[in-house]
């Protein structure tokens, strides 16, 4: 089992920045690909990035490539994700998530409360 806990979510204003934090806990950290996802107000969760174990496995969905940034500290069980030029249409709910990385194609097990992000215009 896998817990998530996210934070650094608020409120920015338009062109800001914030770095959201999911802190896992559980062994193996390692082992996990991690992920944001996200959902807007009568919108369907969409996915918004992952990072496998390494390096290499890092993926993002099309309208935030360039913007944000995933990143995880596997000495810190932690996944973070750099959000940067920001637009009013980021604001969601987002979600930390986590799957071994054997099921990596069988979609994530594990999710976070989620925090919310408003960005202002």
């Known amino acids: 089992q896998v817990q998530l806990v996210e934070s650094g979510g608020g409120l920015v204003q338009a062109g800001g920045s914030l770095r959201l934090s999911c802190a896992a806990s559980g062994r193996s950290f390692s082992s996990y690909a991690m992920g944001w996802f996200r959902q807007a107000p009568g919108k369907e969760r969409e996915f918004v990035a992952a990072?496998?174990?390494?390096?290499?496995?890092?993926t993002y969905n099309d309208s935030v490539k360039g913007r944000f940034t995933i990143s995880r500290d596997n000495a810190k069980n932690t996944v973070y994700l750099e959000m940067d030029s920001l637009k009013p249409e980021d604001t969601a709910v987002y979600y930390c998530?986590?799957?071994?990385?054997?099921?990596?194609?069988?979609?994530?097990?594990?999710w976070g409360q989620g925090t919310q992000v408003t960005v202002s215009s």
């Open positions: 998530a986590a799957v071994l990385n054997s099921r990596y194609s069988t979609g994530f097990d594990y």
């Open positions: 990072a496998r174990w390494t390096a290499y496995g890092i």
